[in-house]
């Protein structure tokens, strides 16, 4: 079965860095458009980033453009996300997911304050 665990995330102060990371399994990895999403509180799902399957190509969220970097490991089945300059409004729960596919990771919580 297709399994998407998340983690990395933490507490951090403002101007600091996090670096997720997102092991999958049950699908072919190396095949599938991967994403980055994150929910705070009171707030939709939004999309963060995206990375085509050879990892050649991405695409941000316009306020996380040059602070973020998504990418793979398709030999480790693994999906990142580099977080530098965080910001308090990037404090969210941050799941990983493939976008052809309705599973969801548990996420992993991303707060970002003094």
């Known amino acids: 079965q297709v399994q998407l665990v998340e983690s990395g995330g933490g507490l951090v102060q403002p101007g600091g860095s996090l670096r997720l990371s997102c092991a999958a399994s049950?699908?072919?990895?190396?095949?599938?458009?991967m994403a980055w999403y994150r929910q705070a509180p009171g707030k939709e799902r939004e999309l963060v980033a995206t990375i085509v399957s050879s990892g050649y190509s991405t695409d941000y969220l316009d306020s996380v453009k040059g602070r973020f970097t998504i990418s793979r490991d398709n030999r480790k089945n693994t999906l990142y996300l580099q977080m530098n300059s965080l910001k308090p409004e990037d404090t969210a729960v941050y799941y990983c997911?493939?976008?052809?596919?309705?599973?969801w990771g548990q996420g992993t919580q991303v707060t970002v304050s003094s």
């Open positions: 049950g699908f072919t990895f190396s095949a599938r458009t």
């Open positions: 997911k493939a976008v052809s596919l309705l599973y």
